[in-house]
């Protein structure tokens, strides 16, 4: 996992998350969004006709768009800020500060995207999927 190898001791052990040595971030969130985005799209076009199921999936991607905005504005933007920091700079209590809200707010932002997979899963388990009843 790359929160706790991230936040062990910045900006040194941002190492993992710099855009030389590190995991490339972009090159697996992008493209693990627009698959995401497709299959919300997906379980729409599949689900509006059965209201029961349309809530549910309504409210995943609901909770999806939610998880996103805040990402968006706040997530990744102190993310891309944390991949310029020289990794041979000292470590200031601001930095630190922002190390442990950034790592802290993530907490709450996993629920979103756990009620996002649940609703989706709800949504296809109930009857009239695929014609099943």
């Not at 993992?16 to 379980?43: S, Y």
């Not at 209201?51 to 997530?75: D, E």
């Not at 709450?108 to 695929?130: H, K, M, N, Q, Y």
Request: hydrophobic share 50%; charged share 20%.
């Amino acid at each position: 996992m790359i929160v706790p190898q991230f936040k062990a001791d910045p900006p040194r052990s941002f190492r993992i998350i710099q855009k030389d040595t590190g995991v490339p971030l972009q090159r697996f969130w992008i493209p693990v969004h627009i698959f995401i985005t497709l299959a919300l799209a997906g379980a729409v076009l599949a689900n509006w006709k059965f209201p029961v199921r349309r809530v549910f999936v309504l409210i995943a991607i609901l909770s999806y768009v939610v998880m996103r905005l805040w990402s968006g504005f706040y997530f990744i933007r102190e993310m891309l800020r944390f991949q310029k920091v020289p990794l041979e700079s000292e470590p200031s209590t601001e930095l630190l500060h922002r190390v442990k809200r950034w790592t802290t707010l993530t907490w709450f932002r996993e629920p979103l995207d756990f009620i996002t997979l649940i609703c989706l899963l709800v949504a296809l388990s109930l009857p009239g999927f695929f014609g099943c009843t």
